[in-house]
């Protein structure tokens, strides 16, 4: 009886998925800052991070950036910022189809990373981005070709993924310029006559 329930423990441990996250953010240091607001041509960096449960870690990993809406922002660059010695498997591809970067990753031959204590958050990449149009969209992030280096070994069944929303502020139109302008020579026009007064009055 002991046997047995020590094997199904076992087979247990070796189909459970394990439990991380994926996210990408508008922030160099917080995971979750899931909101990212640009101006018309602005060239922004985004983020993507992972987590691990405590125990478990990754060797390698893979991933693609996604958008709903390519006509809204484009991929400039992409680099690996995970420290030494993790490093790009200097596949990836920028802006296919709705995939703002295809096949991105990073792999550490000398281990992996596990999450500690107070620091859970482990930044692996960067993409900077441009805004080409006005509005709103969602962006992704997904397991990639590669797949994912676990230690122990387990599944990535587990992993969440969590997104972000893109707003991008158009710039004002050039009627817009006009009434700018014709406000600002209407208060011109005023100091100068509020002026005249009291010099008048002295």
């Keep these: 009886m002991k046997k047995i ?12 998925g394990v439990q991380a996250d994926m996210y ?3 922030s160099e240091t917080l995971a ?3 909101v990212i607001n640009l101006t018309l041509g602005d060239i922004q960096s985004i983020y993507v991070w992972a987590d691990t449960d ?3 870690s990754f060797s390698s990993i893979s991933f693609n950036v996604t958008t709903d809406t390519p006509d809204l922002i484009t991929a400039v660059d992409y680099s690996v910022t995970a420290p030494a010695p993790w490093a790009s498997f200097g596949q990836e591809s920028l802006n296919t189809g709705n ?3 295809n096949n991105g990753g990073a792999f550490n031959f000398l281990g992996g990373f596990e999450s500690s204590p107070g620091n859970e958050f482990f930044q692996l990449a960067r993409i900077d981005i441009q805004a080409l149009a006005g509005g709103s969209g969602n962006l992704g992030v997904e397991i990639g070709g590669a797949g994912i280096g676990i230690t122990p070994p387990g599944s990535d069944a587990g992993w969440a993924f969590n997104g972000a929303t893109v707003n991008v502020s158009a710039v004002p139109e050039p009627g817009t310029f006009a ?11 005023y100091r100068i006559r509020r002026r005249k007064q009291k010099q008048n009055k002295a």
């Design 5 to 16: 329930l020590l094997s199904l423990i076992a087979t247990i441990a070796m189909t459970t």
């Design 24 to 26: 990408i953010s508008g």
């Design 32 to 34: 979750t800052d899931n």
């Design 54 to 56: 405590s125990g478990q």
């Design 99 to 101: 995939l703002l970067v």
């Design 179 to 189: 009434v700018l302008g014709v406000v600002g020579s209407a208060y011109s026009g």
